[in-house]
C-alpha cells in the first residue's frame, strides 16, 4: 500500500468518523459489558431477548430517520405504539377478528395517522413539534378511552409469534443437538450477498464518478460485518434461531437503505432536509416529501405498537410511554444531525442497539434505573456535542 493510498484512507475515515465511530463505540459497549457480566450479555438467550427487547425502537428509528433527515420531529410515535395496540387488543380480543385482518388495518390506521399529522405540518406550516406534541395528547386520550383504563389480553398465538416467534427449522434432523442449521443457512447466505451488492453499487457509481470509498476499507468493511453476521447467526442458531421479528427489522433495514442511497425519493428527503428552499426551487415537491414522511412514521409506529403488544400479550393504557425520547436519541446517537439533511438507516440502527445494549447491560449488573436515565441523557448530550463539534470543524 502506497502513501498515497494510506493518506486517502485516513482522509475517508476522517471525514467519515460519523459513521464508523458509532460501530466503533457498539462493539466497544458491548466488549465493555460482556467483561462487566462475566460474559452474559453474549450468551444467545441474552442475545435474543436483546433483540425483542428493542425490536420496536429499532423499527420507529427507521422511520424517524427520515422525518428528522428531511427536518422536522415526531414526538407522537409512543403515544401511537399504545393507540395502535390498543385498537388491535380490542379488534382480536373483543371483537374476535382474525388476526390476519387486523394487522393490516391497524398498520393503515397507522399511516393515516401520520398522514393526518403531515397534512398540518406540509400544507399548513404548522412546525411538527407542535403538531406532533398535540397528537402525543390526543392519542394517550384515545387510548384510555379505548381500553377504558383497563388491560386487554391476551393474544392469540398466531399474533404472538410476530414478536415471540421463531424461524422454524426446515433443515431439522441434518444435525443432532439445539442447532437451528436454516437460521445458519441464512446468515451465511445474508454474509455472502452483501459484498456481492456492495460490489455492484461501486461499478455503478465507477460508471458516473470517481468512487469514494477507498477498496481497503470497502474489504475491511464487508469482512467485519460478515464476521459479525456469522458471530451473532451462530449464537442465535444455538438456542432457538433467528426471531421472526429480527427477520421483519433486516427486511425493513433492507428496504429503507436501499430508498435512501438508491432512489430518487431518498436523494430528494435528505436535500429537503439539507436546504429547503434550494430544493423547492430545483423543482422538488417539498410538501409532498415531508407528507410521505409523517405518513411513513405513523405506519411504522403502527406496526412498532403491534409488535409491542404482541411481546406483552395484552395492551396497556400506559404502553408506549416516553417510547418518543428513545426512539429519538437513538436516531441522534446513530449519526443523524439536528438540522436535518443528514444521518443514515444503518446508524440508526446502530444507535438504537447503542441504547439497548446499555439498558440490557446496566440492569443485568445492578445499575438503577435513575442512574441508567442518567447516562441514557449523557451519553446523547455527548453524542449532539460531538455533532456540533464536527459541523464548527467543518
Keep these: 500500500m502506497t502513501d498515497t493510498d494510506t493518506k486517502s484512507i485516513g482522509y475517508y475515515l476522517r471525514t467519515h468518523i460519523r459513521e464508523y465511530g458509532m460501530v466503533v463505540a457498539l462493539v466497544a459497549i458491548l466488549a465493555f459489558f460482556q467483561v462487566l457480566t462475566d460474559g452474559i450479555m453474549l450468551k444467545p438467550v441474552n442475545l435474543t431477548n436483546l433483540f425483542l427487547q428493542n425490536s420496536y425502537i429499532i423499527i420507529m428509528a427507521v422511520g424517524m430517520l427520515l422525518v428528522i433527515v428531511g427536518g422536522n420531529i415526531d414526538l407522537s410515535v409512543g403515544s401511537v405504539v399504545g393507540f395502535i395496540g390498543a385498537l388491535a387488543a380490542v379488534m382480536i380480543v373483543n371483537w374476535d377478528l382474525p388476526t390476519a385482518l387486523v394487522i393490516p388495518v391497524c398498520l393503515i390506521a397507522g399511516a393515516i395517522i401520520g398522514a393526518a399529522q403531515g397534512y398540518w405540518v406540509a400544507y399548513w406550516r404548522i412546525p411538527s413539534f407542535i403538531v406532533t406534541l398535540a397528537g402525543m395528547l390526543v392519542f394517550k386520550g384515545l387510548t384510555l378511552a379505548l381500553l377504558g383504563g383497563a388491560s386487554v389480553g391476551p393474544f392469540p398465538d398466531g399474533f404472538q409469534a410476530m414478536s415471540s416467534g421463531f424461524i422454524p427449522d426446515f433443515f431439522g434432523g441434518l444435525i443432532e443437538g439445539r442447532f437451528n442449521l436454516f437460521s445458519m443457512s441464512l446468515g451465511v447466505a445474508l454474509a455472502a450477498i452483501l459484498p456481492i451488492l456492495g460490489l455492484r453499487a461501486r461499478a455503478k457509481q465507477a460508471k458516473f464518478a470517481a468512487v469514494e470509498e477507498p477498496m481497503a476499507v470497502f474489504v475491511t468493511k464487508h469482512a467485519v460485518a460478515g464476521l459479525a453476521i456469522l458471530f451473532v447467526t451462530y449464537l442465535l ?39 429547503e428552499k434550494a430544493a423547492k426551487l430545483s423543482g422538488i415537491n417539498t410538501k409532498r416529501l415531508t407528507f410521505f414522511t409523517f405518513a411513513n412514521m405513523g405506519m411504522l409506529a403502527a406496526l ?11 395492551a396497556t393504557p400506559k404502553a408506549g410511554l416516553a417510547f418518543e425520547l428513545d426512539v429519538i436519541a437513538a436516531v441522534f446517537i446513530g449519526g443523524a444531525s439536528m438540522s436535518g439533511g443528514v444521518g443514515k438507516v444503518i446508524g440508526a440502527v446502530v444507535g438504537a442497539l447503542i441504547m439497548g445494549v446499555m439498558n440490557n447491560g446496566m440492569s443485568i449488573i445492578g445499575v438503577g434505573i435513575d442512574w441508567q436515565q442518567v447516562i441514557k441523557g449523557l451519553v446523547l448530550l455527548a453524542a449532539v456535542i460531538f455533532d456540533v463539534y464536527n459541523k464548527n470543524k467543518a
Design 237 to 275: 442458531s444455538t438456542y432457538r434461531g433467528l426471531p421472526n421479528i429480527l427477520v421483519i427489522m433486516a427486511l425493513l433495514i433492507a428496504i429503507f437503505t436501499f430508498i435512501t442511497n438508491s432512489t430518487t425519493l431518498g436523494r430528494r428527503i435528505y436535500a429537503l432536509g439539507g436546504n
Design 304 to 314: 412498532a405498537g403491534l409488535v409491542f403488544a404482541a411481546r406483552l400479550n395484552t
